[in-house]
C-alpha cells in the first residue's frame, strides 16, 4: 500500500486555517470599520462626542467609570471604582446588568466574542482620535 499519511506541512496548514479565528491576519482598520457597524447599538442611546441616555465615549479607556461631568451616572456605576480598560469593559459590554448590578444601562449586552473585539477597536481608536481631543475627562 502507498503512504497514506498526508505531509506534515500540509495538515500544519490545514491546521491552521481551522484553528485560526475569523479575524485572524485582518487588520485595525477592518477591525476598526466593523466596529462601527457594531456601535450603532450603542447608538441608540451613546454617542462619541456628546451625553444622551448614556453619557459620550469620547476617551472612555483609560477613564474612571461613572465621571463624565454633569452626566447622572447610577450609584452603582459612580461608587464602582473601576477604571475602564479593555479587560472591563470586554466584561460590562459582554452583561452589563450581570457585571454590574445597578446599572441603569438597560441593555443585554453583545455575546459574540468577535463583536466585542471589532467594538473595542472601535472606541480604542475613535477615542482618542482627533474629535475626542477635547473632550478627555479626569484621568485616574
Ligand atoms: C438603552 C440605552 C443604552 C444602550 C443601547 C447602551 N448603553 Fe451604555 N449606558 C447607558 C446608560 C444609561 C449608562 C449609564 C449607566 C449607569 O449610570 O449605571 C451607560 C453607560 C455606559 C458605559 C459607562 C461609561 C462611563 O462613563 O463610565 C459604557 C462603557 C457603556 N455604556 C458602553 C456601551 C456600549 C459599548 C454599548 C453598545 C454595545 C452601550 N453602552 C449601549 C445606556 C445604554
Known sequence: ?????????LLAILLSLALSPAYAGDSPADAHARGAIIYERCAACHAL??????????GLIGRRAGSVPGF?????????????????LDHFIKAPMAFMPGTAMG????KNDAER???LAFL???????????????RP
Open 124 to 138: 480604542r481608536q475613535e477615542g482618542t482620535s482627533d474629535k475626542c481631543r477635547n473632550l478627555q475627562v479626569e
Open 72 to 88: 447622572a451616572y447610577s450609584p452603582a456605576m459612580r461608587q464602582s471604582r473601576l477604571i475602564w480598560s479593555e479587560a472591563n
Open 49 to 58: 462626542q456628546t451625553d444622551r441616555t448614556g453619557p459620550r465615549h469620547c
Open 117 to 119: 473585539h471589532d467594538l
Open 107 to 110: 441593555y443585554d449586552g453583545v
Open 1 to 9: 500500500m502507498k503512504c497514506r499519511t498526508p505531509r506534515p506541512g
